[in-house]
């Protein structure tokens, strides 16, 4: 089945730590993004790349970082720069501008 | 600059009433125009789009949207809502190289 895969599902990060959340996704779509969500705030768009290894920063990307080496992976770092960084992440593909199919999403949380 | 606009943060109607939700969007070309919708801790399900043609889509478990030029407005309707319909909903324009959402709609659903 195509589609596209997050892990983990629950993320814990200590004060201070990196952590890396995994996409995956096999649909062959060139486009790939990363959203948090926060209750209230809809989806604010983080990271985004249209091309393997290029990316642009959307509206929040400050304490983040990506790396598109492949096609089908689109990794999400979150660094110790991130002030506040507990939330859920949904990570999308799509075919261009066209619709975006999302991921089961990530929460993490702060320890 | 906010491109998409969900006027409605909750929205509650009884069981088996009809349904708008308000989306407007603020784009210089033609859009594409989404509706999403998210059951809690999951990722977004897309209802339905519009890229072209007829402005009145149809879409999946019922529902509908009509994209009004005139107005910038992208409406989702449903003329009787079942219990399961309780969700949040959003908006979300395709424009440029990426997706932007508005901060979505909460339906509740009244017995």
């Known amino acids: 089945d195509g589609g596209i895969t997050q892990s983990p599902k629950y993320l814990f990060r200590k004060e201070g730590q990196n952590v890396t959340l995994s996409c995956e996704q096999n649909?062959?779509?060139?486009?790939m993004y990363w959203y948090r969500q926060d209750p209230g705030q809809g989806l604010r768009l983080i990271y985004y790349?249209?091309?393997?290894?290029?990316?642009q920063k959307g509206d929040i990307a400050e304490g983040y970082s990506v790396s598109r080496e492949k096609k089908e992976s689109f990794p999400l770092t979150v660094t110790s720069a991130q002030k506040n960084p507990t939330a859920f992440y949904l990570c999308?593909?799509?075919?261009?501008?066209?619709?975006?199919?999302f991921g089961q999403g990530t929460r993490l949380t702060v320890v | 600059a906010q491109s998409v606009t969900q006027p409605d943060i909750h929205i509650t109607v009884s069981e088996g009433a009809s349904l708008e939700l308000r989306c407007n969007y603020s784009?210089?070309?033609?859009?594409?125009l989404f509706w999403y919708v998210q059951s809690p801790g999951q990722g977004l399900q897309l209802l339905l789009k519009?890229?072209?043609?007829?402005?009145l889509v149809q879409g999946i478990k019922g529902f509908e949207a009509e994209f009004k030029r005139s107005q910038s407005s992208f409406n989702l309707r449903k003329p009787s809502v079942h219990w399961s319909d309780a969700a949040e909903y959003f908006c979300?324009?395709?424009?440029?190289?990426?997706?932007?959402f508005g901060k979505g709609t909460r339906l509740h659903i009244l017995p």
């Open positions: 999308a593909s799509s075919i261009g501008r066209g619709e975006a199919f």
């Open positions: 519009y890229f072209s043609g007829d402005t």
């Open positions: 790349s249209q091309i393997v290894n290029d990316f």
């Open positions: 979300a324009v395709g424009r440029d190289d990426k997706i932007i």
């Open positions: 649909l062959n779509h060139d486009a």
């Open positions: 784009y210089g070309a033609t859009p594409y």
